[in-house]
């Protein structure tokens, strides 16, 4: 019989976490790729906005529907095997897109690709509880969303300077075996927790909870809605994201190169400063609610400075570039209020259901882009007037603003509900 040493090393702890956030990073790639790759994709498949936008929606709906089963999985298989699959069948829809003979596979690989991801929060929240000493994980979740944040950059300029040189199909078959190498290292490198390498846990540690039934957790869902706030805190990020992740994942390329003249890496560029000023405003407004003890003020606030922002960006005329990136810096940055979201959600009902209303919470957070991508590709198609660039849909910048309204609308409502909603001086309900 094995005996347990000492306490996995720093160094141990942070190589089982970062695999885990190298998934979460292609994750994040996969979501926002589709905007540098619009005018290649609607070429190759010979398709309309709307169309656009469900296939890069398909990532979304999957992404998701998974979010609860996510948790219960977690359970049953450990983060190893639910990081394993995950990434397994992550290279099989990357694998898929790229060299999808027609629209209904590259669409199956997209909801292949979101479903399996979709496992890549929750599995690295796992090994950070398990592998890291507790007062390490705030820390550990917090760089989580850079991670993220850096996967969407590689889907910025370098994808497209990836694309110009080879072509959207080597390049994604190329991500399609980066995925495959990402799995078998976690398959081989990656434990449970640190007894499965012959380790102690941490000394502060504490005795695992005993696992909620099945049937309790799926009762647990009907009960967050008991409490007032959780039937509008998942409303509310849905806007702020989905205004996003609709501009940077898809629609923002072709509106900066089409009416602002930016070369396609210019525009991919201010994408992904959009949203590195996001990874940078979610942990610092975080920390500004929690110093102040409440969470409604700064919400509010960063609601507001997105909903103008936005405003400025689509319906202000001739917008110098200079101002559209200063605009978009700050849009970013106050987008990152919705972090506060979580805190708040979880606040707002007893602690035993804090688990729960953080996946419902999530999953309004990721039906902004949901509905938001195909709705503005529709508004976009209605509005078109027949013109054409290299097989290509061009639509005018009247058809733009119309796609956008739906975003702002989003927007307002968020603002609006926020007020509607009982501030929890960042205390749990008991």
């Known amino acids: 019989m094995t005996t347990a040493i000492n306490a996995p090393s720093l160094r141990l702890a942070w190589s089982v976490w970062g695999l885990g956030a190298l998934f979460y990073l292609i994750g994040f790639y996969q979501r926002v790729a589709p905007a540098v790759i619009t005018a290649e994709l609607m070429n190759e498949f010979k398709i309309s906005a709307t169309t656009l936008g469900h296939l890069s929606a398909f990532y979304y709906y999957a992404y998701v529907v998974m979010q609860i089963p996510t948790g219960i999985l977690s359970d049953i298989w450990g983060p190893r095997r639910l990081l394993t699959i995950g990434a397994f069948v992550a290279g099989i ?39 890291f000493p507790s007062h390490f994980f705030a820390m550990v979740s917090g760089l989580a969303l850079m991670f993220g944040i850096v996967g969407a950059v590689f889907a910025g300029v370098p994808l497209r300077l990836a694309v110009d040189f080879w072509g959207w199909r080597p390049v994604m078959l190329a991500s399609a075996i ?19 390498n012959g380790y102690a846990g941490h000394d502060d540690m504490k005795a695992a909870p005993k696992k909620s039934s099945r049937f309790r957790v799926l009762l647990s869902i009907g009960e967050v809605f008991k409490y007032p706030n959780t039937g509008l805190l998942p409303i509310i990020p849905g806007g702020i994201v989905g205004c996003l992740l609709t501009f940077s994942g898809l629609w923002g390329v072709p509106f900066l190169t089409t009416h602002y003249d930016l070369q396609a890496t210019e525009a991919a560029a201010l994408a992904s400063a959009l ?25 509010l606030i960063g609601c507001a400075l997105t909903l103008m922002g936005w405003s400025f960006i689509i319906y202000y005329p001739n917008l110098p570039v200079a101002w559209m990136v200063v605009l ?11 972090i506060i979201g979580f805190a708040f959600a979880k606040e707002s009902v007893p602690s035993q259901l804090a688990g729960t209303v953080s996946g419902i919470t999530n999953m309004g957070v990721m039906m902004g882009p949901t509905l938001l991508q195909p709705a503005v590709g529709w508004v976009l198609d209605q509005r078109w007037h027949g013109d054409m660039l290299a097989g290509v849909r061009i639509y005018n910048l009247d058809a733009y603003r119309a796609g956008f309204s739906l975003m702002i609308a989003w927007a307002a409502l968020a603002f609006v509900l926020l007020f509607f909603t009982k501030e929890t001086h960042c205390r749990q309900l008991h």
């Open 275 to 299: 949203l590195v000023a996001w990874a940078i405003g979610g942990p610092i407004l975080g920390g500004l609610s929690d110093r102040i003890g409440r969470r409604k003020p700064l919400y």
């Open 178 to 196: 980066t995925t495959f190498a990402v799995c078998a290292a976690i398959w081989l490198i990656v434990r449970d927790e640190p007894k499965d």
């Open 93 to 131: 829809g990357t694998l898929m897109f790229s060299m999808a003979p027609s629209l209904l596979w590259a669409n199956l690989g997209r909801l292949l690709v979101g479903a399996s991801v979709g496992v890549a929060y929750v599995g690295m929240l796992k090994l950070a509880g398990n592998w």
């Open 328 to 338: 978009l810096l700050v849009v970013g940055f106050a987008s990152g209020s919705m």
